[in-house]
């Protein structure tokens, strides 16, 4: 059965394509939208959106074990660490980084379970907390900074989150590319730095994966995550466009790109076509035009895995 191109889960580009393209059927397409990764990233970006409504409806606590250990007040477990004994201690420590897995929930707590029960998820009133407390969130950027480093990635401006390569960069890729679990640990991070506050970090870390992976041809494990989890964490629907864009741009083969609007793509890519068939060399007359059209379809990608 074949399904329409447009992902309902994807929020994207609504109040911009109001007449939309009528969905068209094709034959050998074998790039497919993974819905299981739209569901996941709809679901964290409307948990974040109902932070700011009035009504609470979660039961009372008497701790804030996330942001207790942000204060200095408690380790975590089972690791057993302060966090800033694990910014002076485990900086540079790649080894330890790549195989250790019950760190990464204590340094970039998120609304969902991951591997280390140990850990706590966020709750509401602790977010909103955790988002007030600005030597909370100068810790949470030293943690982001130190797993930046482990990635090959600096952080050059604090104020903007623009991001480049390190000078270890080349080594670092080999390992990023190499194990798949550093997938899922960016996309928390990225769920992290916009749930508590600091969602200025997600664009720009997200524009130079996908400069990586699309424009510079590296981290080619890491592409897909790219594409279907990093791009859908950006809270600021303006920046995500923008990056749906520039992914749209670099993106080959072009008619297979799947994120995004059917709008949107459909009309982008029969406006790059028109342009390229008119263009014609500097000095010579433009060569006839031709109608050049292509369109295609999306189906829906049955979700047999979740992060």
Known sequence: MELDDECEF????EDEYEYKTPNKKFCGRSRRRNMCAAKDMQD???RVRNLDN???????????YNLEFYRGLIKSSPDDFHIDKFHKQWKGRYDKLENCHSYIQWLFPIQERGMNWRAHVLTKKEIKLFRKDEEAKRKLVESYKLMLDFYGIRLVDETTGEVKRADNWKERFKDLNRYSHNNLRITRILKCLGTLGLKHYQAPLVRFFLDETLVNGQLQHVKQSVLDYFMFAVLDKSERRELVRFAFKHFKPREQFVWGSGGFRHGRHKQTARVESCQGRAGLPPKKKQKTEHTFSIKSLICTSRR
């Open 54 to 64: 009035d009504y609470d409806d979660e039961p009372s606590q008497s701790r804030f």
């Open 44 to 46: 964290f970006r409307h």
């Open 10 to 13: 994807d929020s994207t580009w």
